[in-house]
Each structure stands twice: as C-alpha cells, then as structure tokens.
C-alpha cells in the first residue's frame, strides 16, 4: 500500500501485472475529488475511455452525468473509478485473474479516498467488492455495510442504455445516497 497518491499513481504505468496491457492504449486510474465522501465503481474502460484515459466519458458517462445532475450531485466532487483499469476487448467483462490482478490499486484508492458511501455500478463492481454469492437484481437499491463504508449496489450505467425502466431505480437509489449524505 503507498501512502501518497503520487506514489501510487507513480506505480502503475506501464502496469503489466494482465494481459489487458497488451491492448490498452491508455490506463483509467480514476477521477475526480480525491477526498470525496462517495465514490463510483464501474466495471472498465470502454472504447472512449482508453483513448482519453478518463472513466465514464462515453455514453454511458454522459448518461450517468445527467443522472448527476438530476439530483443535485456533482461529478467533481465525486471519485470516479472502475475495477479494471484497462479496457478489456470488445468490452467484454473482466476476467477473474484481470480484476485480480488489479484490485489492489483499487484497494489503494479506496485507502486514500476514505470514502463514507461506496456507488457499485453493476454487476462487475458488486460481485468483486462484496462477493460473488451477491446478484445485481436482488442487491440494487439496498444498503450494505462493511468496514464502516456503506455500499449502495444499483444498475451499470449501459443498462439504462438499453433498458429505460431502469432510470427509474437508478435515480431512485442515488436519491438514497442523496439522503444518507445528509445524515
Ligand atoms: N463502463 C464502465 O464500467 N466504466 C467506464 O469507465 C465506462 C463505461
Ligand atoms: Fe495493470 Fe490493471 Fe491494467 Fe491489468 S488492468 S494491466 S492490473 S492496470
């Protein structure tokens, strides 16, 4: 574990600890509010985010911003990140030795971060942090709590791309880190 952001980001360029670093352009460390009381965690990078090196600037970005916006949060006072920090091809799902592989950086963030309330975009991000025996359906919209963070699981951005009933919870469970950061 390294104690500045500047040594962690220092130790993963030119990260080669999985094979997603032989098909990334650019590494997603993360972004946003390095103090930030909720953080987000999507899945990986995407076609738009390996070519910026930004999370979430894509469509389903863009969705998750007007979201944002809808309840009155802020993407820069937020910390934005994803469990894999590199794109996995064709966006196909993380593999289990990729994510692995990459936690720790995560694990990292989270240290330095020390945020209160966690957002788990999707399936990916909920079966990595809280375990695999968790399903995305039965999860969404539920606190957990774990090490004095609160976990609220809700829907990928991408579902709400192909799904639009699915607005609906998602801007219902950010309501419900709205409310929780008033307490
Ligand atoms: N989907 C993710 O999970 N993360 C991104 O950064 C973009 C799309
Ligand atoms: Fe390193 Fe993570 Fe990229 Fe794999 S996905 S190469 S562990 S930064």
């Excluded at 500047?6 to 390095?34: A, M, P, W, Y």
């Excluded at 692995?100 to 240290?111: G, H, M, P, S, T």
């Excluded at 774990?146 to 799904?163: C, E, N, S, V």
Aim: hydrophobic content about 40%; proline content about 4%.
């Amino acid at each position: 574990m390294y104690e500045t952001w500047e040594e962690l980001e220092k130790s993963i360029v030119n990260c080669q600890k999985c094979k997603l670093c032989k098909t990334r352009q650019n590494i997603v460390f993360g972004v946003g509010n390095k103090n930030a009381t909720v953080m987000f965690i999507g899945e990986g990078p995407g076609a738009d985010e390996d070519r910026l090196g930004e999370p979430f600037v894509g469509r389903a970005g863009k969705l998750m911003n007007m979201a944002f916006e809808a309840i009155g949060l802020k993407r820069e006072d937020v910390y934005i990140v994803n469990i894999v920090k590199c794109r996995p091809p064709a966006n196909r799902n993380p593999e289990d030795d990729e994510a692995f592989a990459c936690l720790d950086y995560l694990r990292n963030q989270v240290i330095l971060v020390k945020p209160k309330i966690i957002v788990l975009l999707g399936s990916v991000a909920l079966k990595n942090i809280l375990g695999k025996e968790y399903g995305i359906t039965a999860s969404r919209g539920k606190w957990f709590e774990k090490k004095g963070i609160h976990y609220m699981p809700t829907w990928h951005p991408a579902a709400l791309l192909r799904d639009e009933t699915k607005k609906i919870d998602f801007i219902k469970d950010l309501k419900l880190v709205m409310d929780k950061l008033k307490v």
